[in-house]
């Protein structure tokens, strides 16, 4: 997937993501590690649906654009109540 990232705001581009507005993803890499403030795996912005092809989170980071590799439709409570998953 490729992102820009323009005032507080990730716009990502990912062919037929699936994702709807709400959902959280994890972001596991990025061409700028500063794209969410954070270290890697970074979890969990929740997304908001733009098109069957764009999604958009919020950053307070500012940056290059570039590329980035994520989970979509994580279930955040699931991952949270299992403790074979670290946080």
């Known amino acids: 997937a490729t992102y820009t990232r323009t ?3 990730v716009t990502v581009t990912s ?3 699936g994702l709807t ?5 994890e972001v596991l890499s ?7 403030s954070g270290n890697f795996p970074i979890r969990w912005p929740s997304v908001t649906f733009v098109n ?7 950053t307070t980071a500012t ?3 570039g590329n980035l590799t994520y989970i979509g439709n994580v279930d955040v409570d699931q ?3 299992d403790p074979s998953i670290p946080a």
């Open 63 to 65: 940056g290059a654009n």
């Open 7 to 9: 005032l507080g705001t």
């Open 79 to 81: 991952l949270d109540s």
């Open 52 to 58: 069957a092809n764009t999604f958009t989170f919020p």
């Open 30 to 36: 990025a061409t700028d590690p500063g794209i969410l």
């Open 21 to 25: 507005t709400g959902r959280e993803i």
């Open 15 to 17: 062919t037929t993501h």
